[in-house]
């Protein structure tokens, strides 16, 4: 079975610009995390969606936006871009994000590197 | 309130010998899960292994095995027979929540150097 893919790998922009980035999740999960990566602030929990549905959502500005499609697919976008938006974003799917188990664990994509310059 | 704590930044092992990797949390839910995932320098982030709140017995997963003592609140990371394919990022994670909204947290991770 295929392991979720994130599309572009690498992504050069300057500041003002927008962004928009793509997850792919195992096929049959339906629940899909966005996470952002720096090393001075970590792993941060961006938002998750179900279902076409945003579940939840981290302490992030409202330039950070995303959305699920019916086939699970996930893009996330991000306007006017900032230097300190350069990190490394992650997505992760798991079958429903909702069961408490080793089963419904959220597996994690290669990541997209932006810098933002 | 800081979630997650990895108190050690940087973790040196000899190969061949075990490891044990810190890991305390902070949650006042009965319901939760925590985890350990690998980041070698590509990136990607690895799943090691699933500790439930509700677990009795420690979970392992070949060479690894989660010390969980839930009373102290610490989920600990043990690597036997340290490889030297075991250099990355570890980090500890807790998942969190209701059919509202689930969210993971991660720690800040301990980089582990397993030298020849």
């Known amino acids: 079975k295929a392991g979720v893919t994130q599309t572009p790998r690498y992504l050069i922009k300057t500041r003002g610009q927008q962004v928009t980035l793509s997850c792919s999740p195992i096929s049959g999960h339906r629940s899909v995390s966005w996470y952002q990566q720096t090393p001075g602030q970590g792993l941060q929990f961006l938002f998750e969606y179900f279902s076409e549905t945003q579940r939840n959502k981290g302490n992030f500005p409202g330039r950070f936006s995303g959305r699920q499609f019916s086939n699970s697919r996930s893009e996330m976008n991000v306007s006017t871009l900032e230097l300190g938006d350069s990190a490394l974003y992650l997505c992760a799917s798991s079958l429903t994000g909702e069961v408490w188990g080793s089963a419904d664990t959220q597996y994690f994509g290669p990541g997209t590197r932006l810098t933002v310059l | 309130a800081q979630k997650i704590t990895q108190t050690q930044p940087g973790m040196f092992v000899q190969e061949k010998e075990a490891v044990t990797l810190d890991c305390t949390y902070d949650?006042?839910?009965?319901?939760?899960?925590l985890f350990w995932y690998k980041q070698p320098s590509s990136g990607e982030m690895i799943f090691l292994i699933y500790?439930?709140?509700?677990?009795?017995q420690n979970a392992t997963e070949g060479r690894y095995s989660l010390n969980f003592q839930k009373a102290r609140k610490s989920a600990n990371l043990v690597i036997s027979a340290s490889q030297l394919g075991d250099s990355a990022m570890y980090f500890c994670a807790m998942r969190e929540g209701n059919t509202g909204g689930f969210k993971t947290i991660f720690g800040a991770g301990t980089r582990l150097f397993v030298k020849a």
């Open positions: 949650t006042s839910d009965q319901s939760y899960g």
């Open positions: 500790q439930g709140s509700y677990d009795e």
